[in-house]
């Protein structure tokens, strides 16, 4: 391999709490400033093991190919759209995210919302900007004892359950799972059902074929007139049109969305919004999960999990090669990290070159998905290199590391 005189390349700005613990797993760290691309990011990755990046890198099939020496990815951010998943599964490249790391902070962004939503403090805030003094209790409410209705119970949506039971509020909620209710929240079988008595809609669900435009003409006409609606999940949960349509007609009283259909790319790009301009309509940017504690977090999660993929060869929790773990290799033991295709017959061969060298197998786990296998092995002192080149160059082998004893 070429050499390098670091272990990790972080790109991106990524929060500094990852250096400090990548740097303390005895990692070497360079570092790149804002995203790279093309033959430039080529370059840099052309003598690194691991990357770390946020959202902006594309980590394409041909930089991929074109980086030899790369084994894993950390995506320092939730999604890895911006990561060819398959190419990376296809050359035995390992990716890592931390996929929940910020739902404290949509929880609580959504629970702002909520009360500003009930006392419509944006608009009265927006006319004051204006030189409006606008005192009146009309249509403003306290949340105390008013239902929210919670689509999606999962990490998010659960949690907000909790938050809004401590301010009184009665929840219901919606999922395609039958999920255990937190504290007293009430499931509801229908989507309608929860839309009937629901004071606050909020949408917790992923983006998928089953919930794109989940909430369009039918759903805004069954709220009740006061009702709001909040969407910090994805933008092709909500008809957009629809919602102006309900706002103007006042078949819904108000709205905060945080995701949008098509999305700017940077800051500096122009937005347009179907919604922009209409009363008690708060709209922001995107920054559902976007919080210093988050990105720490992130920082933290992801780092443990380059370190950990490094030092023992774990892959649990990576989104796209098969899940292995081993207990911790014993000091005197080789540890041998091995890809392959997922076809008949491959570990039988890696067996017999072992036995060949008169050598214990100590541990062993295999999984395979689609076409990867990922096996980890630990087995005794391996006399020579000829072993090791062996299972290193059978026709299956798409990358092989080894941990050594000190
Ligand atoms: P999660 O996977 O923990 O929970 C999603 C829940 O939705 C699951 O319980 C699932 O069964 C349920 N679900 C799926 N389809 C459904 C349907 N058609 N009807 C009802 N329930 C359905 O996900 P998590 O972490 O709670 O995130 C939820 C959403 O929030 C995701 O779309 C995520 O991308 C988005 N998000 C937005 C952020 C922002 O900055 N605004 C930040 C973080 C997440």
């Known amino acids: 391999m070429a050499t390098s005189d670091s272990d990790i390349l972080l790109l991106e700005s990524i929060h500094s709490g990852a250096d400090e613990l990548l740097a303390q797993e005895g990692l070497r760290i360079a570092r790149a400033d804002g995203s790279l691309e093309g033959e430039e990011l080529i370059e840099r990755l052309a003598t690194t093991r ?34 060819d998943l398959e190419a990376a599964a296809d050359h035995g490249i390992s990716v890592f995210n931390s996929p929940f790391s910020n739902t404290r902070s949509v929880a609580e962004m959504t629970l702002a919302e909520i009360i500003s939503l009930h006392r419509r403090l944006f608009d009265r805030s927006m006319r004051l900007h204006q030189g409006r003094w606008d005192k009146s209790a009309a249509s403003a409410h306290e949340v105390r004892g008013r ?38 929240a009430r499931p509801c079988r229908t989507l309608d ?4 008595v629901s004071d606050v809609v ?40 629809a919602l102006r349509t309900a706002l ?23 937005f ?23 990105q720490e977090q992130i920082a933290a999660e992801v780092a443990v999990k380059i370190a950990r993929f490094d030092h023992t060869g774990t892959t649990t929790t990576s989104v796209n090669v ?29 067996h017999a070159i072992i036995a060949e060298h008169e050598v214990n197998i100590t541990a062993e786990y295999l999984r ?28 299956e082998t798409i990358r092989m590391r080894v941990l050594r004893p000190d």
């Open 50 to 83: 691991m990357v770390g990046i946020r959202s902006k890198t594309g980590m394409t099939r041909e930089v991929i190919e074109r980086s030899p020496h790369l084994q894993a990815i950390g995506c320092f951010c939730i999604g890895t759209n911006q990561v």
């Open 322 to 350: 098969p899940e292995v773990e081993l207990p911790v290799r014993p000091p005197d033991q080789v540890r041998i990290l091995h890809f392959h295709r997922n076809v008949p017959g491959v570990l039988s061969k890696m």
């Open 248 to 270: 103007e007609s006042g078949s819904i009283a108000g709205a905060a969305i945080d995701v949008y259909p098509v999305e700017p790319r940077s800051n500096s790009m122009e």
């Open 193 to 196: 059902d929860l839309l009937d």
């Open 368 to 395: 395979s998905t689609g076409t990867l296998s990922y096996l980890i092995m630990d087995c005794g002192r391996l006399k020579g290199t000829d072993a090791l080149e062996r299972l290193a160059s059978l026709d």
């Open 147 to 184: 239902t929210l209705g919670i689509v999606g119970y999962g990490h998010i949506g659960s949690q907000i359950s909790v938050l809004a039971e401590s301010l009184g509020m009665r929840v219901v909620y919606h999922d395609i799972l039958s999920v255990m209710p937190m504290g007293n």
């Open 202 to 241: 909020t949408l917790h669900v992923p983006e998928t074929e089953g919930t794109r435009n989940l909430i369009g003409p039918a759903e805004l006409e069954r709220m009740k007139p006061t009702a709001a609606l909040i969407n910090n999940a994805r933008g092709s949960v909500v008809d957009l049109d």
């Open 272 to 294: 347009a919004c179907p919604l922009a301009g209409l009363d008690n309509v708060i709209l922001t940017p995107h920054i559902g999960g976007s919080t210093q504690e988050a």
